[in-house]
């Protein structure tokens, strides 16, 4: 089955520090990624997608993914990151069935 | 349109108390999903659909059952409440795969306790 790791469990930043949120997957076929941020008390909302094509993704409030095929990575950035920014953050794959798994979760701090 | 919502949004039980959590989506969705979401475990899935009167197990199915009599509600019953069910449930839809989209849109969560 496959599964999803996210290594960073919590990131504290200073507002205008870049990001990365690491993110591997392990699924040898064909898969849909996504990533998702929860801010506090709120659902989740999608941040990016990739599909197919261009391995470099971007997605709303600045944030962009690459997908790297040979690493089985997505990993999240953002070039300066905002205090608005504090939040939940969820990998999850879809092996293009209903099963889309989730990783467990980064969360970021970001100082003012 | 109010997407997909959830009733209730709080909820403490009494361990061997049963409930049922309502999901409603108003996007004509075919496929729904019920997740638990646990801290440091991020979200699993428990029950899901992929169409009116079709239910299928998902990673976490036990203690759980489910139905999708309507297209647009899928209900989460929980017969025997256990306090291990203590979590945040999370409903989502999604379009079908003949769409080809399977970005899901969750709704707002249930907070239950089981004491």
């Known amino acids: 089955a496959q599964s999803v790791s996210q290594h960073n469990h919590h990131v504290i930043l200073s507002e205008a520090a870049s990001l990365e949120l690491g993110c591997n997957y392990s699924?040898?076929?064909?898969?849909?990624l996504f990533w998702y941020v929860q801010y506090p008390g709120q659902h989740l909302q999608l941040l990016l997608k990739?599909?197919?094509?261009?391995?470099l993704v971007k997605g709303i409030k600045g944030f962009e993914a690459e997908f790297i095929k040979s690493k089985f990575s997505f990993n999240l950035r953002k070039p300066s990151v905002q205090w608005s920014d504090t939040a939940e953050y969820f990998c999850?794959?879809?092996?293009?069935?209903?099963?889309?798994?989730f990783g467990a979760g980064t969360r970021l701090t970001v100082k003012p | 349109n109010a997407g997909v919502t959830q009733t209730p949004k709080f909820r403490v039980l009494k361990t061997g108390q049963s409930m049922t959590l309502l999901c409603a989506q108003d996007?004509?969705?075919?496929?729904m999903y019920w997740y638990r979401q646990d801290p440091g475990m991020g979200l699993r899935l428990i029950h899901y659909?992929?169409?009116?009167?079709?239910?299928a197990k998902g990673e976490v199915p036990d203690g759980y059952n489910v139905s999708r009599l309507k297209k647009q509600n899928f209900l989460l019953g929980l017969e025997s409440a256990a306090p291990s069910q203590t979590s945040v449930y999370f409903c989502?839809?999604?379009?079908?795969?003949?769409?080809?989209?399977?970005?899901?849109?969750f709704g707002p969560g249930t907070r239950l306790t089981v004491t």
């Open positions: 659909s992929v169409g009116e009167g079709t239910t």
């Open positions: 999850a794959v879809n092996a293009r069935n209903n099963d889309m798994r």
């Open positions: 989502a839809s999604s379009y079908s795969r003949r769409v080809g989209s399977y970005e899901q849109y």
């Open positions: 996007m004509n969705h075919e496929y």
């Open positions: 699924y040898g076929g064909t898969v849909n």
């Open positions: 990739y599909f197919s094509g261009d391995p």
